[in-house]
């Protein structure tokens, strides 16, 4: 088993290493599955098998040892050298095999069922959601917001609440579905959103906005305009940068097409049923819906609520539109 376990360690560790170095396309959610999986058999391996075992064995070394005992005080023996309960500590220690699987096996499982149905925790590694969200806030995302998925297969179980207008949402990006991004909900299903010269509008009404102090990105060491909007029920601030062209450029093929018409103003799009219209805060510097197309039902993750850290700047904990 010795053997066994070294192998099947060394392919998790041969796995992740490939994955940070780039080297395969990971997928922590299949790992951590398979590392539940595993450590879970371990587990009942050694409730069930190993750790009789070893109580056997300790109940046959107490037997023994009490039956030479009264061999040897039937002699007139009563010293005797034996360090019985150094000898059963050693016999009931796991060997290094189970104490490295079904010794992290409890952690494990709660951290897959954390993260499986509960919270996840993710990174922002870029700046399209700027004001939201700055690169390296740390955020947590409600998975069972949206209704509770199966891990790994994303296949739903209960319904859940629908994604509305305004809602920070996590999903599988649709021509990579291997990639978490990060956008805010526009548009619904049945909805017609337009983003023309700048200006969102949904089903024909202009989204409220407002102009508010300028915001400086310490990335860019620039100045943008910065504005207010109400997406539903929902204020977020948002930026837009002039100097950018209000069309579309490098627009994707993806399905459902036919649904957005883009002209030199911009584009205006048709939700068809099941799908959803993303748009990133930073407006003019985020690759969404406007890209590459709508988000089906089956992508989504979860919904965005918290930052539980940026160790850039500890003000930036708390919850967010």
């Not at 955020?139 to 207008?165: A, D, S």
Request: charged fraction near 20%.
């Amino acid at each position: 088993m010795a053997v066994l376990t070294a192998a099947i360690l060394a392919a998790f560790v041969a796995y992740a290493g490939s994955w940070y170095l780039g080297r395969l396309e990971g997928n922590f959610a299949l790992l951590l599955f398979m590392a539940t999986l595993v450590t879970g058999l371990y587990w009942l391996a050694e409730r069930l098998y190993f750790l009789p075992r070893r109580r056997k064995a300790v109940a046959m070394l107490e037997q023994h040892t009490a039956q030479r005992r009264t061999d040897l005080a039937s002699k007139g023996i009563t010293q005797v050298d034996n360090d019985l309960v150094e000898t059963k500590s050693r016999l009931l220690m796991q060997p290094w095999w189970l104490d490295w699987t079904a010794g992290l096996f409890p952690v494990i499982l709660i951290v897959f069922l954390l993260r499986s149905f509960l919270f996840e925790p993710f990174k922002i590694p870029s700046g399209s959601m700027i004001p939201t969200l700055l690169v390296g806030d740390l955020i947590l995302v409600n998975k069972f917001h949206y209704g509770v998925r199966l891990p790994v297969i994303n296949v739903k179980v209960t319904e859940g609440n629908k994604p509305q207008h305004g809602d920070v949402m996590v999903f599988r990006y649709p021509p990579k579905p291997s990639l978490d991004y990060i956008k805010r909900v526009v548009g619904v299903p049945g909805d017609e959103v337009a983003y023309l010269n700048k200006r969102l509008t949904v089903n024909g009404q202009p989204v409220p906005i407002s102009s508010v102090p300028e915001f400086f990105d310490q990335d860019a060491m620039r100045y943008f305009k910065q504005y207010e909007e109400k997406l539903g029920d929902k204020t977020h601030r948002l930026l837009i940068d002039d100097d950018r062209p209000a069309f579309i450029p490098g627009v994707e093929d993806f399905a459902f097409k036919q649904n957005c018409r883009y002209s030199v103003e911009g584009v205006t799009c048709k939700v068809p049923e099941g799908q959803y219209f993303m748009m990133g805060d930073n407006r003019d510097n985020s690759l969404d819906s406007r890209y590459w197309g709508f988000v089906p039902d089956a992508n989504i993750v979860g919904k965005a609520f918290f930052i539980w850290m940026n160790f850039g700047n500890f003000k930036r904990i708390g919850a967010f539109n």
